[in-house]
C-alpha cells in the first residue's frame, strides 16, 4: 500500500486511526522512518511502536559492511519489539527519504513474518542521500486501488496558504506564487546577507523555527541567534558552559541538537533538546517534552550543537507555529517546499537581492532547481503548460494541460473561502 499526500495532508492523522483499526483486531502498527529523531516524532502523534529503518534490519541480521552496503548475515533472531507477526503493517514513513537498500531489506523482513507494508511520504519533499527513489517504484508497482493520494491541506491557520502550498509542491506558476507571498509579507528581501542574518537571528531569538541550506549557514546563524538570547536571556549569564569540539559554547537554557544516535544513552541524531544543567565534569543535562537525559562531557563535547537553526533536512516532518528560511542561489525545489511548509500559523522566505525582480527571478529559479522526476506523463504535462503560457497561440480551443485541470479541481475542493485570500493569482480560469 502507498499513502502519498502533501505536507500537512494528514498523513499522520491516518496512521493514527490505522493504528486503532488494527488494534481492534489484535494487529500491531509498527512505523519505522529513515532516521530514530523522526521515528520518535512518528511514535509520540500515533501511539505505535516506532523505530529507525537501520534499527529494524540491524535487528533482523543486516549489517553495514566495508563497502558501504547492507548485507544479511548471521541472524540470532531480533528482540521482542523488533519481531513482526502475520497480520502486522509496517509503516514506512517518510519513504521518500529512504534509500534502495534499506528498503529492500524492510521488505525482505515482512515477507518473511507475513506482514503487511505501506509506504507514507511525498516525493515532492526531500529524496533520499543514498540511492532513492523508493516511493517512485512503490507507486509504479502497488495495486492502483492500493494507493491513496491526500490531497486537501489542513495544517494551516490561513487557509488561502492551503492552496499556495499546494503550487509550491509542484513548482506551478511560481511568479504568481512569488506576488501573492510578497503581498503578504511572507516574502522578505534584504540588501545584504549581513541584514538577512541579523533579521533572521532575532527571529530566531525569539523562538521561531530558522532554517538555511547548509550546515555552514546554520553554524553562522546559531552563533547570532546565540549572540542575541545572551542579550535578552538572564539565564544565559553567569551560569557554568561546555565548548564543543566545533567551537560553540552552551549553557543553561540553549536549545541543542544532539547529533549522534546512542541507545544507552536514549538519544537520537537531530533531537533536540533544552539544556537544564551543566556538570563541573562537564556533563551536560538535557531535557525533552518532560524527559531529563544526562549526557558524559566526551558526548557533549564530540556530538552536541546549537539548534536555534538547522538545515532543511533537520526540520522535515517537524511542524512548528511559525518558521523562516534562508533562500539562496542553492536551495532547491524540494529543499524550499520543505521549509515552506513548516509553520502552522506563518512561513516566510528570506532572499538577498537588489531589486523585487531579482528576488523574483530567485524564487522561480529555486523551484525549478532539482525538481522531483515523477515521470514521462508529468513532464509532458510541465512542457505543455509552458507551451500554453508563453508560446503561440496555436490551439486557442485546446483543453487545458492536465496539471492545469488538476489543480483547478483541487482549488475548487479547498473552497471559495480559502480562494478569496489568493488575490492576483489565476484560480479556476
Same mark, same amino acid.
Given at each position: 500500500m502507498v499513502v502519498e499526500g502533501a505536507a500537512g495532508a494528514g498523513k499522520t492523522t491516518v496512521l493514527r486511526s490505522v493504528r486503532q483499526q488494527l488494534a481492534y483486531h489484535g494487529r500491531r502498527l509498527v512505523v519505522v522512518t529513515p532516521t530514530m529523531k523522526a521515528a520518535d516524532v512518528a511514535a509520540r502523534e500515533t501511539g505505535a511502536e516506532g523505530h529507525s529503518a537501520a534499527w529494524l534490519i540491524y535487528q533482523h541480521g543486516w549489517r553495514w559492511d566495508d563497502d558501504g552496503h547492507w548485507s544479511r548475515q548471521s541472524d540470532p533472531g531480533p528482540c521482542?519489539?523488533?519481531?513482526?507477526?502475520?497480520g502486522d503493517l509496517l509503516v514506512v514513513d517518510e519513504a521518500g527519504m529512504l534509500d534502495q537498500e534499506?528498503?529492500?531489506?524492510?521488505?525482505?523482513?515482512?515477507?518473511?513474518?507475513?506482514?503487511?507494508?505501506?509506504?507514507?511520504?511525498?516525493?515532492?519533499?526531500?529524496p533520499a542521500v543514498g540511492r532513492g527513489g523508493v516511493l517512485d517504484h512503490a507507486v509504479a508497482y502497488a495495486d492502483p486501488a492500493a494507493v491513496v493520494t491526500l490531497e486537501t491541506v489542513r495544517r494551516f491557520t490561513d487557509e488561502a496558504y492551503a492552496i499556495l502550498s499546494l503550487r509550491m509542491r509542484e513548482g506551478y506558476r511560481s511568479d504568481e506564487v512569488f506576488d501573492a507571498l510578497l503581498a503578504s509579507g511572507q516574502i522578505v528581501v534584504h540588501p545584504s546577507d549581513v541584514e538577512r542574518t541579523a533579521a533572521l537571528a532575532r527571529l530566531g531569538a525569539a523562538g521561531d523555527l530558522v532554517m538555511a541550506d547548509t550546515r555552514e549557514q546554520v553554524a553562522d546563524l546559531n552563533a547570532a541567534i546565540r549572540a542575541q538570547r545572551t542579550d535578552v536571556d538572564p539565564l544565559s549569564g553567569g551560569r557554568p558552559t561546555v565548548t564543543t569540539s566545533r567551537g560553540e559554547t552552551l549553557t543553561v537554557g540553549d536549545r541543542i541538537a544532539t547529533r549522534r544516535n546512542d541507545?544507552?544513552?536514549?538519544?537520537?541524531?537531530?533531537?533536540?533538546?533544552?539544556?537544564?544543567?551543566?556538570g563541573g565534569d562537564g556533563s551536560v543535562t538535557l531535557q525533552d517534552r518532560g524527559r531529563d537525559q544526562v549526557v558524559p562531557a566526551q558526548y557533549a563535547r564530540g556530538h552536541v550543537e546549537l539548534a536555534y537553526a538547522t538545515t532543511v533536512h533537520g526540520a522535515q516532518g517537524e511542524t512548528v507555529p511559525r518558521a523562516h528560511v534562508a533562500l539562496t542561489d542553492s536551495t532547491g525545489a524540494a529543499a524550499a517546499y520543505v521549509s515552506m511548509t513548516r509553520g502552522r500559523a506563518g512561513n516566510t522566505a528570506h532572499l538577498v537581492a537588489e531589486t523585487l525582480e531579482d528576488a523574483?527571478?530567485?524564487?522561480?529559479? !529555486?523551484? /525549478? *532547481?532539482?525538481?522531483?522526476?515523477?515521470?514521462? !506523463?508529468? /513532464? *509532458?504535462?510541465?512542457?505543455?503548460?509552458?507551451?500554453?503560457?508563453?508560446?503561440?497561440?496555436?490551439?486557442?480551443?485546446a483543453p487545458p494541460p492536465a496539471r492545469e485541470r488538476r489543480h483547478r479541481e483541487r482549488e475548487q475542493r479547498h473552497g471559495p473561502s480559502r480562494q478569496s485570500g489568493l488575490k492576483g493569482l489565476s484560480v479556476g480560469r
Open positions: 521482542e519489539s523488533a519481531a513482526l507477526r502475520p534499506t528498503a529492500r531489506a524492510l521488505l525482505t523482513v515482512a515477507d518473511e513474518a507475513g506482514a503487511r507494508v505501506a509506504f507514507i511520504g511525498d516525493r515532492h519533499q526531500l541507545p544507552d544513552l536514549r538519544v537520537a541524531n537531530r533531537q533536540t533538546w533544552t539544556v537544564t544543567g551543566v523574483k527571478q530567485q524564487w522561480i529559479d !529555486a523551484f /525549478a *532547481r532539482n525538481r522531483s522526476d515523477l515521470g514521462p !506523463a508529468r /513532464a *509532458r504535462d510541465a512542457a505543455l503548460e509552458d507551451i500554453e503560457r508563453y508560446g503561440p497561440a496555436l490551439r486557442p480551443e
